[in-house]
């Protein structure tokens, strides 16, 4: 009998109840703010069709939905896409997909890929294979939004060791960078045993990801710095917030 592939790191850990235990702080508020920045400045009209690669448990899929969008979830974790799945109607659509495939064929007008969904391959090809499934999924005009962590400042300000205690689970984070992958080991235990688990991200940099969308075929039109769209500078900036477009 053939020896079953191990899961990979972001396969074991996002399908987790213990991922959603400790993320389950995080900012619906800030998530809306970027929503609604975003449909201001891209002036998205009600007519498109949105895809939301990576969407977890759907926070930014709900809420445009809400505003009267036409929106389709797609995340690997099962788990999360069954929970996102109690919110569906006939404009909100959830499925389990992996971002490195085409999640269809010219299919929609604007991908958003949010909240540091991005990078947890470790090799560029893997990357820009990604990128290419997303330009693919795109119409001719389609737009792209990335939002990934400011790279840089992330790496100057690091924290190695840090202890988070969220209801009767104290988790101690430990991070490292090794060949540009930031490593977050994450160790606790519960009902009596111990457990680990791990996160990686590449330590992408703005001109590793400009290259990537002129490899891939994009066209950029725009870096902001946070969720308020600002204008981004690489020393003080907490997020890199691209907009890229196909080509028509």
Same mark, same amino acid.
């Given at each position: 009998?053939?020896?079953? &592939?191990? !899961?990979?790191?972001?396969?074991?850990?996002?399908?987790?109840? %213990?991922? $959603? +235990?400790?993320?389950?702080? #995080?900012?619906?508020?800030?998530?809306?703010? +970027?929503? #609604?920045?975003?449909?201001?400045?891209?002036?998205?009209?009600?007519?498109? *069709?949105?895809?939301? +690669?990576?969407?977890?448990?759907? *926070?930014?899929?709900?809420? +445009? =939905? !809400?505003?009267?969008?036409?929106?389709?979830?797609?995340?690997?974790?099962? =788990?999360?896409?069954?929970?996102? &799945?109690?919110?569906?109607?006939?404009?909100?659509?959830? &499925?389990?997909?992996?971002?490195?495939?085409?999640?269809?064929?010219?299919?929609?007008?604007?991908?958003?890929?949010?909240?540091?969904?991005?990078? %947890?391959?470790?090799?560029?090809?893997? =990357?820009?294979?990604?990128?290419?499934?997303?330009?693919? !999924?795109?119409?001719?005009?389609?737009?792209?939004?990335?939002?990934?962590? =400011?790279?840089?400042?992330?790496? *100057?300000?690091?924290?190695?060791?840090?202890?988070?205690?969220?209801?009767?689970?104290?988790?101690?984070?430990? &991070?490292?960078?090794?060949?540009?992958?930031?490593?977050?080991?994450?160790?606790?235990?519960?009902?009596?045993?111990?457990? %680990?688990?791990?996160?990686?991200?590449?330590?992408?940099?703005?001109?590793?990801?400009?290259?990537?969308?002129?490899?891939?075929?994009?066209?950029?039109? $725009?870096?902001?710095?946070?969720?308020?769209?600002?204008?981004?500078?690489?020393?003080?900036?907490? #997020?890199?917030?691209?907009?890229? *477009?196909?080509?028509?």
């Amino acid at each position: 009998m053939a020896e079953s &592939k191990k !899961a990979c790191w972001f396969e074991e850990w996002f399908d987790s109840d %213990y991922y $959603h +235990l400790l993320y389950k702080d #995080r900012d619906f508020a800030e998530a809306e703010t +970027l929503i #609604r920045n975003l449909v201001w400045y891209l002036n998205i009209p009600k007519e498109v *069709r949105i895809l939301d +690669l990576a969407c977890g448990k759907g *926070r930014h899929s709900i809420f +445009l =939905n !809400a505003l009267g969008f036409n929106v389709t979830g797609v995340d690997l974790s099962e =788990n999360s896409i069954h929970q996102a &799945k109690t919110n569906e109607n006939d404009t909100l659509h959830f &499925k389990v997909g992996d971002m490195r495939e085409p999640q269809g064929d010219e299919d929609f007008d604007l991908v958003l890929n949010l909240f540091t969904s991005f990078g %947890y391959f470790e090799s560029e090809e893997e =990357n820009t294979k990604t990128l290419s499934a997303i330009h693919q !999924a795109l119409k001719p005009g389609g737009k792209l939004v990335l939002d990934f962590m =400011n790279s840089s400042k992330v790496l *100057r300000q690091m924290i190695p060791k840090a202890e988070v205690r969220k209801g009767d689970v104290l988790f101690e984070i430990e &991070k490292s960078v090794e060949n540009q992958i930031i490593r977050k080991k994450i160790s606790f235990e519960d009902q009596g045993k111990s457990r %680990y688990f791990e996160e990686k991200v590449m330590a992408i940099t703005r001109s590793d990801f400009m290259r990537y969308f002129e490899k891939t075929g994009f066209e950029f039109v $725009h870096l902001s710095g946070n969720y308020l769209l600002e204008e981004y500078s690489e020393p003080d900036s907490e #997020r890199m917030i691209f907009i890229v *477009r196909k080509p028509d």
